[in-house]
């Protein structure tokens, strides 16, 4: 049985996408493919950070405890987690699922079961915009969501650019 490294999962309210404000269950998986310089949770893509071994089952147990609709796929990158499909079709069954991605993976093997993506492109003041995939803009949809975070009046001017490019 595959199993996953949770860091946490805690319930709140979304912050950010279409379901912002919407009580959602976070379940922040460990790791990161990126070291962005406004990282909040460089914690839990340390090598040493703490977390728990759970299957899909046990994730997706803990989350309906909490009696929500929503549930929240965060990390780090929790696309890069091993057979996060599985997970994602666990989850998919019994919630409404945002994946909160960094949009540094190709998100065209993730579209089938269909979540809600918020995807954070990494604006020039992040340092990590090399690692952008703009062919993630394509398989964007009218549910999903396209986080900038500004640094600078240059990041400003990139995400209008960005804007204007994919609508």
């Known amino acids: ?20 404000g919407e009580l959602s269950v976070f379940v922040r998986l ?31 147990q803990k989350a309906e405890a909490y009696g929500t609709k929503n549930v929240t796929l965060t990390g780090g990158e929790p696309l890069l987690a091993e057979h996060v499909l599985e997970l994602l079709e666990a989850l998919s069954e019994k919630f409404c699922v945002e994946i909160e991605t960094n949009g540094a993976v190709d998100l065209a093997a993730f ?14 003041s992040s340092g990590c915009e090399e690692h952008m995939i703009t062919e ?9 969501t396209v986080k900038f975070v500004s640094g600078s009046q240059e990041d400003l001017l990139k995400a209008l650019e960005l804007i204007r490019t994919y609508d």
Request: glycine share 4%; aromatic share 10%.
């Open 1 to 20: 049985m595959n199993t996953y490294k949770v860091v946490e999962i805690f319930e709140s309210i979304n912050g950010e996408g279409m379901k912002a």
């Open 30 to 60: 460990c790791g990161c493919n990126l070291h962005c310089s406004y990282c909040d949770t460089s914690w839990a893509n340390e090598k040493d950070a703490p977390y728990q071994e759970m299957t899909a089952r046990q994730i997706v």
């Open 111 to 124: 579209c089938e079961e269909r979540p809600v993506f918020t995807m954070d492109y990494k604006l020039p």
């Open 136 to 144: 993630n803009m394509k398989l964007l949809q009218k549910n999903d």
